[in-house]
């Protein structure tokens, strides 16, 4: 019972540590130093004297690196004229640029990179008889979404978002599909970047497109998890392309691309508008609540419920997969949060450090919190749940992580492991809604709890050098005195809710009357891998599980007019 | 009754919406959130799922 307690009084503890920590932060400095002599400069005003490493001396090499990168490496416009105050302007300016563009695309190859371990977690969760098939759809969801975003899910998300400064200014995206209701402008749709092609056809833009496309990529690979061991290859082709055409941008639009979530401070004074810094809501809640809807439509596995409706456990094959695809997310993070500033250099972006902390700390805390809960519930560490509690941390953290203090961090983190165990048993115990992997739970319930976070522990220690969303000041949230924000951050979670999930569902049923979403009870039972994919993950342990099959513990039953047996879980070893 | 519960869930994310033109009060604001949220969830979990339920593969 003691160790029950433990959740409660750390979070107890950190809650005041934050209180007490925003109710000491000491007002901004107000002093001023005296003014100088301004010196009238011009950009033709050329630099004469400036002292350089001469030939000889470079040709002797620099070991200690203190002659490579002076004023020989600025370009200069005109070599007659020599080096002016324009062109050390101009080097400055790419400089800056150059930084961010670095930045952003690294940070971008990181998300990327968290496919893979989106790939791992999912297959290790599933059983083995569908490794090929689970580890396919987490390949190819790469592929189907990145060509529908190209295609037309860019324009709609970003066509309208207009200048994104540390970029270099993206101006070719600036049209935004707007309507007029009750006197303010509702923006709904981008509707230039299709293709990439024409304006759009610009080196910001490009970093732009890869930043966004591997985001919209995750929001995809998500849904795979729900309905993983039961969902038709073709069916998760289609849903995947609509997704990554128009589900995902279509919020995106509303919540980054200028549209009208993000004008909610500066139409209706509510905070700064739905603030969601790098997607708990518009990656996380947008692929756990599309799971949501895959997973009820698809509906369980055989043999995940018995007749009484009491739900079985069923094994994921490699905990091993799992726990290290949990270190690969983890470490894509880095690029997921801090990336989300789209620059190191600029006003506000040298916050990335508090960023990552940030991310780090929400994702221990996650994972203490599912630990806690599993411990004291059931007795032991359950593995796969602490890995979904360091997710879930992570889920948590991405909407706030530009905003709150480390204390908050803390806060969210250790609330979200908590909240992915009692959401998972309640999903399948309750709901009866089978999610082989927990990525309802994961992504969309602690997607939604972030963008709450966002307008509860909002610090106001930053603005990123500007207005966030067109309104000037520091984002705050309630416990820091902007009870506003918290209403603009519902509204995203009601949107997310009613809209998001309604849309998801409705393209959902579309591809089942098309193609039909479900495989045959024969295919289910025989496994993915065969039926669908023509070749089996793991054929050696397949002959090998073959041989020694264990009696079944229950009765024959039959499903969909199919004589079955009811499954031995495990591996079979 | 599926198409009951979409409908109902789109009625719970216009609720706030609304709320938006017809008062500046933050209070009310609120409680509108909150209730287009229960009418959210009620029409996805207490409506759509208990549809999709009653011809469940293992209750057949």
Same mark, same amino acid.
């Given at each position: 019972?003691?160790? *029950?307690?433990?959740?409660?009084?750390?979070?107890?503890?950190?809650?005041?540590?934050?209180?007490?920590?925003?109710?000491?932060?000491?007002?901004?400095?107000?002093?001023?130093?005296?003014?100088?002599?301004?010196?009238?400069?011009?950009?033709?005003?050329?630099?004469?004297?400036?002292? &350089?490493?001469?030939?000889?001396?470079?040709?002797?090499?620099?070991?200690?690196?203190?002659?490579?990168?002076?004023?020989?490496? =600025?370009?200069?416009?005109?070599?007659?004229?020599?080096?002016?105050?324009?062109?050390?302007?101009?080097? *400055?300016?790419?400089?800056?640029?150059?930084?961010?563009?670095?930045?952003?695309?690294?940070? $971008?190859?990181?998300?990327?990179?968290?496919?893979?371990?989106?790939?791992?977690?999912?297959?290790?969760?599933?059983?083995?008889?569908?490794?090929?098939?689970?580890?396919?759809?987490?390949?190819?969801?790469?592929?189907?979404?990145?060509?529908?975003?190209? %295609?037309?899910?860019?324009?709609?998300?970003?066509?309208?978002?207009?200048?994104?400064?540390?970029?270099?200014?993206?101006?070719?995206?600036?049209?935004?599909?707007?309507?007029? =209701?009750?006197?303010?402008?509702?923006?709904?749709?981008?509707?230039?970047?299709?293709?990439?092609?024409?304006?759009?056809?610009?080196?910001?833009?490009?970093?732009?497109?890869?930043?966004?496309?591997?985001?919209?990529?995750?929001?995809?690979?998500?849904?795979?998890?729900?309905?993983?061991?039961?969902?038709?290859?073709?069916?998760?082709?289609?849903?995947?392309?609509?997704?990554?055409?128009?589900?995902?941008?279509?919020?995106?639009?509303?919540?980054?691309?200028?549209?009208?979530?993000?004008?909610?401070?500066?139409?209706?004074?509510?905070?700064?508008?739905?603030?969601?810094?790098?997607?708990?809501?518009?990656?996380? *809640?947008?692929?756990?609540?599309?799971?949501?809807?895959?997973?009820?439509?698809?509906?369980?596995?055989? $043999?995940?419920?018995?007749?009484?409706?009491?739900?079985?456990?069923?094994?994921?094959?490699?905990?091993?997969?799992?726990?290290?695809?949990?270190?690969?997310?983890?470490?894509?993070?880095?690029?997921?949060?801090?990336?989300?500033?789209?620059?190191?250099?600029?006003?506000?972006?040298?916050?990335?450090?508090?960023?990552?902390?940030?991310?780090?700390? &929400?994702?221990?805390?996650?994972?203490?919190?599912?630990?806690?809960?599993?411990?004291?519930?059931?007795?032991?560490?359950?593995?796969?749940? =602490?890995?979904?509690?360091?997710?879930?941390?992570?889920? #948590?953290?991405? &909407?706030?992580?530009?905003?709150?203090?480390?204390?908050?961090?803390?806060?969210?983190?250790?609330? #979200?492991?908590? @909240?992915?165990?009692?959401?998972?048993?309640?999903?399948?115990?309750?709901?009866?809604?089978?999610?082989?992997?927990?990525?309802?739970?994961?992504?969309?319930?602690?997607?939604?709890?972030?963008?709450?976070?966002?307008?509860?522990? *909002?610090?106001?220690?930053?603005?990123?050098?500007?207005?966030?969303?067109?309104?000037?000041?520091?984002?705050?949230? @309630?416990?820091?005195?902007?009870?506003?924000?918290?209403?603009?951050?519902?509204?995203?979670?009601?949107?997310?809710?009613?809209?998001?999930?309604?849309?998801?569902?409705?393209?959902?049923?579309?591809?089942?009357?098309?193609?039909?979403?479900?495989?045959?009870?024969?295919?289910?039972?025989?496994?993915?891998?065969?039926?669908?994919?023509?070749?089996?993950?793991?054929?050696?342990?397949?002959?090998?599980?073959?041989?020694?099959?264990?009696?079944?513990?229950?009765?024959?039953?039959?499903?969909?007019?199919?004589?079955? %047996?009811?499954?031995?879980?495990?591996?079979?070893? | 009754?599926?198409?009951?519960?979409?409908?109902?869930?789109?009625?719970?994310?216009?609720?706030?919406?609304?709320?938006?033109?017809?008062?500046?009060?933050?209070?009310?604001?609120?409680?509108?959130?909150?209730?287009?949220?229960?009418?959210?969830?009620?029409?996805?979990?207490?409506?759509?799922?208990?549809?999709?339920?009653?011809?469940?593969?293992?209750?057949?």
């Amino acid at each position: 019972m003691k160790l *029950a307690r433990l959740p409660l009084i750390f979070a107890a503890a950190l809650l005041l540590c934050s209180i007490a920590v925003g109710a000491d932060t000491p007002p901004p400095a107000t002093a001023t130093a005296p003014a100088a002599p301004a010196a009238v400069l011009h950009g033709s005003t050329v630099i004469k004297d400036a002292a &350089a490493p001469t030939a000889d001396e470079l040709a002797k090499g620099d070991p200690a690196g203190d002659k490579t990168g002076t004023v020989t490496d =600025v370009a200069v416009a005109d070599s007659k004229t020599g080096l002016t105050l324009l062109d050390l302007a101009n080097q *400055a300016g790419q400089n800056k640029v150059a930084i961010n563009f670095t930045w952003t695309l690294i940070a $971008g190859f990181l998300v990327m990179f968290m496919q893979a371990g989106f790939a791992l977690v999912e297959t290790g969760l599933c059983r083995a008889k569908n490794a090929n098939h689970t580890m396919m759809m987490n390949f190819m969801v790469y592929g189907f979404g990145l060509f529908a975003y190209w %295609v037309c899910g860019f324009a709609i998300q970003m066509g309208g978002v207009g200048g994104v400064a540390n970029l270099g200014g993206t101006a070719p995206l600036s049209h935004e599909f707007t309507i007029t =209701v009750l006197g303010k402008t509702w923006g709904l749709f981008g509707t230039s970047g299709f293709f990439l092609s024409g304006a759009t056809y610009d080196v910001g833009v490009m970093v732009l497109f890869l930043f966004q496309m591997v985001f919209m990529d995750t929001a995809l690979t998500i849904v795979t998890g729900s309905a993983a061991e039961r969902w038709k290859f073709a069916a998760f082709a289609f849903c995947s392309v609509l997704m990554g055409a128009f589900t995902y941008p279509l919020f995106a639009n509303w919540a980054w691309g200028g549209g009208w979530l993000s004008q909610l401070g500066a139409n209706f004074g509510l905070g700064h508008g739905y603030v969601d810094f790098a997607g708990s809501g518009v990656v996380h *809640a947008v692929g756990g609540i599309t799971a949501l809807a895959a997973a009820m439509l698809i509906g369980p596995r055989i $043999g995940k419920y018995n007749r009484d409706g009491s739900a079985n456990a069923i094994p994921g094959h490699d905990i091993v997969l799992v726990l290290a695809g949990c270190f690969i997310l983890a470490f894509g993070w880095f690029g997921f949060n801090p990336g989300s500033t789209l620059g190191a250099s600029g006003n506000g972006n040298l916050r990335i450090a508090t960023i990552a902390v940030n991310t780090m700390l &929400a994702g221990c805390t996650g994972s203490f919190g599912a630990i806690f809960y599993m411990w004291r519930r059931y007795g032991k560490p359950d593995a796969s749940m =602490v890995g979904n509690g360091l997710l879930a941390g992570l889920v #948590a953290i991405t &909407a706030p992580s530009g905003f709150v203090s480390t204390v908050g961090a803390a806060i969210i983190g250790l609330i #979200a492991g908590v @909240l992915v165990c009692l959401s998972c048993e309640f999903f399948e115990r309750v709901a009866k809604i089978d999610d082989p992997v927990g990525a309802i739970s994961v992504h969309g319930v602690n997607g939604i709890w972030g963008v709450i976070s966002v307008g509860l522990f *909002a610090d106001g220690s930053t603005n990123y050098g500007g207005g966030w969303n067109g309104v000037s000041g520091p984002v705050r949230g @309630l416990f820091y005195g902007d009870p506003s924000q918290l209403i603009a951050q519902l509204i995203g979670v009601v949107t997310l809710i009613g809209f998001v999930f309604s849309l998801s569902f409705a393209f959902n049923a579309l591809v089942d009357w098309l193609v039909g979403q479900r495989v045959s009870p024969e295919t289910e039972l025989e496994g993915l891998d065969i039926p669908e994919m023509g070749s089996l993950g793991y054929p050696e342990f397949v002959l090998k599980m073959q041989r020694t099959t264990v009696a079944p513990k229950e009765a024959p039953t039959t499903y969909g007019g199919v004589s079955v %047996v009811a499954p031995s879980f495990g591996s079979g070893d | 009754m599926k198409l009951l519960a979409i409908v109902v869930a789109l009625l719970g994310w216009l609720l706030p919406l609304a709320g938006l033109a017809l008062t500046a009060s933050n209070t009310i604001r609120l409680a509108l959130c909150l209730l287009g949220i229960g009418m959210c969830t009620f029409a996805i979990l207490g409506m759509l799922n208990r549809a999709h339920m009653k011809h469940a593969i293992w209750k057949q």
